[in-house]
């Protein structure tokens, strides 16, 4: 593969990571989220602080992707080998701003399915269920979300609501009694990045990847997206940014599996 | 107001009774520092019982208790119920075993970062064998804090507004002084935690390297305690470092020794996971009769856990994988394992 061709997971894993600013803590889940976390923490954003749900904080420099958050090189030349209360009670007390997820479904208010699709006693499939995920969206002040855009994932109504986003809108998270000015920032997908309208809290397009049009996207959700004024086109990835994901986030490929 | 507090739609699947705790462990825990070391074949015999709510120590693929897993399955436990507080490769063949009749599902059925899983979850599901309500993993943490604490349940700020409370056992409650609405988490009394660890004592002080994830509290909040360890040391080692004794020996009931006992799973600091172990496994998920036929191979028919570890890694393997967790050696290229 040449340096300036690239795969779609390292197109969203590159997208993911330059979301993440520097001088932040980020709670990040097992696989594209914790590459882009990984990738951001060795380019642009080097005193980012990785949390891991299993125990683990602030590892110094990751030598290759974990194949789970609770992999025991998360705890090298770490801040904390703590336990998950500890690492679950600092999301709860606000010390960790962003939290970095995936899941198999999501509607207009970034709500999260990742337990089973069909009846939920007769299911077509089932997912492993929430893991830290409602733990992480209900705790961290901002939630990205990253997953694969089509009309079977963003949808209408979700099968199962695993995880909170905005429940169903303006105001419905802090009547559930979650931690207020809480909630999803960013959904990167296939397609693009979306962000949420501070008046409604509803699903809104920021940015596309190259080659991808508006009129594609909304194609692709099962539900009304909006449309910011101004939708930005994605950067490429750049060379740097994928030689460090290839040879220094992943160098034993679990990444090219997917 | 108070009418309007939800209820999750299923009761909690262990026991979350603090006095009930209090009088068991008053009549069959001793503060006495006792030798308890034993054969993990008498630790299950002696301490484990059909039907009971198990605790299994480690987070999924990462110093999973997966000896004690073995002797389960090999002096067929039956109708347990397992706390999926991240349970992965270990809950898995158990499901395989038909060792288990329900689950509290945090995350579960699920393999991390492998392009494979198991249908073996979802099969039993499907046939109404299995029994599953839904949890949060942070949920389980402060359940268990919560009966490490002697109490019968916690406050906490995640599982509102979802299905997966709705799913579970937990309800709201207001709280008194600030007026706002939590979560409140039944506490989690296990019947047996079983916890795999770096090296522990012939009395029962453990020591772990790296995340602890809920084990210290899980030793604390279960009535019976089954440690297995990589190595068992001196008592010394403990005396001299107090504050890296993450389990005290008046939590034990069995120490047993247990060499690569996470495998093929990972132990922090020792040795890596057997990739191509975990790909073998997964893909003998796909068939029911494969399936059994890998059980009956590798669980019914080898002898004990180090003939079952010769039969399927070898001298060889078990090595590199330590070498891996050493930095010696690279671990294998994940295409490498799959396309095999």
């Given at each position: 593969?040449?340096?300036?061709?690239?795969?779609?997971?390292?197109?969203?894993?590159?997208?993911?990571?330059?979301?993440?600013?520097?001088?932040?803590?980020?709670?990040?889940?097992?696989?594209?989220?914790?590459?882009?976390?990984?990738?951001?923490?060795?380019?642009?954003?080097?005193?980012?602080?990785?949390?891991?749900?299993?125990?683990?904080?602030?590892?110094?420099?990751?030598?290759?992707?974990?194949?789970?958050?609770?992999?025991?090189?998360?705890?090298?030349?770490?801040?904390?080998?703590?336990?998950?209360?500890?690492?679950?009670?600092?999301?709860?007390?606000?010390?960790?701003?962003?939290?970095?997820?995936?899941?198999?479904?999501?509607?207009?208010?970034?709500?999260?399915?990742?337990?089973?699709?069909?009846?939920?006693?007769?299911?077509?499939?089932?997912?492993?269920?929430?893991?830290?995920?409602?733990?992480?969206?209900?705790?961290?002040?901002?939630?990205?979300?990253?997953?694969?855009?089509?009309?079977?994932?963003?949808?209408?109504?979700?099968?199962?609501?695993?995880?909170?986003?905005?429940?169903?809108?303006?105001?419905?998270?802090?009547?559930?009694?979650?931690?207020?000015?809480?909630?999803?920032?960013?959904?990167?997908?296939?397609?693009?990045?979306?962000?949420?309208?501070?008046?409604?809290?509803?699903?809104?397009?920021?940015?596309?990847?190259?080659?991808?049009?508006?009129?594609?996207?909304?194609?692709?959700?099962?539900?009304?997206?909006?449309?910011?004024?101004?939708?930005?086109?994605?950067?490429?990835?750049?060379?740097?940014?994928?030689?460090?994901?290839?040879?220094?986030?992943?160098?034993?490929?679990?990444?090219?599996?997917? | 107001?108070?009418?309007?507090?939800?209820?999750?739609?299923?009761?909690?699947?262990?026991?979350?009774?603090?006095?009930?705790?209090?009088?068991?462990?008053?009549?069959?825990?001793?503060?006495?520092?006792?030798?308890?070391?034993?054969?993990m074949?008498?630790a299950i015999?002696?301490?484990?019982?059909?039907?009971?709510?198990?605790?299994?120590?480690?987070?999924?693929?990462?110093?999973?208790s997966m000896s004690a897993i073995y002797e389960i399955?090999?002096?067929?436990?039956?109708?347990?119920?397992?706390?999926?507080?991240?349970?992965?490769?270990?809950?898995?063949?158990?499901?395989?075993?038909?060792?288990?009749?329900?689950?509290?599902?945090?995350?579960?059925?699920?393999?991390?970062?492998?392009?494979?899983?198991?249908?073996?979850?979802?099969?039993?599901?499907?046939?109404?064998?299995?029994?599953?309500?839904?949890?949060?993993?942070?949920?389980?943490?402060?359940?268990?804090?919560?009966?490490?604490?002697?109490?019968?349940?916690?406050?906490?700020?995640?599982?509102?507004?979802?299905?997966?409370?709705?799913?579970?056992?937990?309800?709201?409650?207001?709280?008194?002084?600030?007026?706002?609405?939590?979560?409140?988490?039944?506490?989690?009394?296990?019947?047996?935690?079983i916890?795999?660890?770096?090296?522990?004592?012939?009395?029962?002080?453990?020591?772990?390297?790296?995340?602890?994830?809920?084990?210290?509290?899980?030793?604390?909040?279960?009535?019976?305690?089954i440690?297995s360890?990589?190595?068992?040391?001196?008592?010394?080692?403990?005396?001299?470092?107090?504050?890296?004794?993450?389990?005290?020996?008046?939590?034990?009931?069995?120490?047993?020794?247990?060499?690569?006992?996470?495998?093929?799973?990972?132990?922090?600091?020792?040795?890596?996971?057997?990739?191509?172990?975990?790909?073998?496994?997964?893909?003998?998920?796909?068939?029911?009769?494969?399936?059994?036929?890998?059980?009956?191979?590798?669980?019914?028919?080898?002898?004990?856990?180090?003939?079952?570890?010769?039969?399927?890694?070898?001298?060889?393997?078990?090595?590199?994988?330590?070498?891996?967790?050493?930095?010696?050696?690279?671990?294998?290229?994940?295409?490498?394992?799959?396309?095999?």
């Amino acid at each position: 593969m040449s340096e300036t061709s690239y795969r779609l997971v390292e197109l969203m894993v590159v997208a993911a990571s330059r979301e993440l600013p520097d001088n932040q803590a980020v709670l990040v889940g097992t696989g594209m989220p914790l590459a882009a976390a990984a990738l951001a923490k060795k380019t642009h954003a080097p005193n980012l602080l990785m949390c891991f749900e299993a125990g683990a904080v602030g590892p110094d420099s990751l030598p290759r992707l974990p194949l789970t958050v609770g992999e025991g090189i998360t705890v090298e030349r770490a801040a904390e080998a703590a336990s998950m209360l500890g690492v679950m009670s600092m999301a709860a007390r606000g010390l960790i701003k962003y939290g970095f997820l995936g899941g198999a479904q999501i509607d207009q208010y970034g709500n999260l399915n990742s337990t089973v699709i069909g009846d939920y006693h007769h299911p077509k499939y089932r997912f492993p269920g929430s893991g830290g995920a409602n733990d992480i969206g209900s705790l961290c002040t901002h939630t990205i979300i990253i997953m694969k855009h089509d009309k079977q994932r963003f949808v209408k109504k979700l099968d199962f609501l695993t995880t909170p986003g905005y429940l169903t809108g303006v105001g419905a998270r802090e009547r559930a009694g979650l931690p207020k000015n809480s909630g999803p920032f960013r959904v990167v997908t296939t397609l693009g990045v979306m962000g949420f309208c501070p008046d409604t809290k509803k699903m809104i397009l920021l940015k596309r990847f190259a080659g991808v049009s508006i009129g594609q996207i909304i194609e692709e959700t099962g539900f009304e997206l909006l449309v910011s004024d101004n939708v930005e086109e994605i950067k490429a990835p750049t060379q740097n940014e994928l030689q460090i994901l290839r040879e220094s986030v992943d160098p034993n490929g679990a990444l090219d599996m997917k | 107001m108070n009418n309007d507090l939800k209820k999750g739609k299923n009761t909690p699947l262990a026991s979350y009774d603090p006095d009930s705790f209090r009088d068991w462990i008053q009549n069959n825990k001793s503060i006495n520092k006792l030798p308890k070391l034993v054969s993990m074949q008498k630790a299950i015999q002696d301490f484990l019982k059909d039907g009971d709510y198990v605790k299994l120590g480690g987070f999924g693929q990462v110093r999973a208790s997966m000896s004690a897993i073995y002797e389960i399955i090999k002096q067929g436990k039956k109708n347990l119920t397992i706390a999926g507080h991240t349970t992965s490769h270990d809950l898995d063949v158990l499901l395989a075993a038909d060792a288990v009749s329900q689950v509290e599902v945090a995350y579960s059925f699920g393999h991390e970062f492998r392009p494979m899983r198991s249908p073996v979850g979802l099969r039993l599901i499907k046939e109404g064998k299995l029994k599953v309500t839904e949890w949060s993993n942070a949920s389980f943490a402060w359940r268990l804090k919560g009966a490490s604490m002697g109490l019968s349940f916690v406050p906490a700020r995640f599982m509102l507004g979802t299905d997966t409370f709705n799913f579970s056992g937990a309800r709201e409650i207001i709280c008194p002084f600030t007026m706002q609405k939590y979560a409140a988490l039944p506490a989690l009394y296990p019947d047996v935690a079983i916890i795999h660890v770096n090296r522990a004592d012939i009395y029962g002080n453990c020591q772990i390297d790296g995340m602890i994830v809920s084990d210290d509290d899980a030793a604390r909040a279960s009535r019976r305690v089954i440690i297995s360890a990589e190595k068992i040391v001196d008592e010394e080692v403990f005396l001299k470092d107090p504050d890296r004794t993450v389990i005290s020996y008046y939590n034990v009931d069995a120490v047993v020794l247990a060499p690569f006992g996470s495998y093929p799973c990972e132990m922090p600091g020792q040795y890596w996971f057997d990739e191509y172990e975990i790909a073998n496994y997964l893909k003998a998920t796909s068939s029911d009769a494969e399936l059994k036929n890998y059980i009956k191979k590798y669980y019914h028919e080898t002898q004990n856990w180090d003939d079952y570890l010769q039969k399927i890694a070898g001298n060889k393997r078990l090595q590199d994988l330590v070498k891996i967790a050493k930095k010696e050696i690279n671990p294998p290229l994940i295409k490498d394992v799959w396309e095999k």
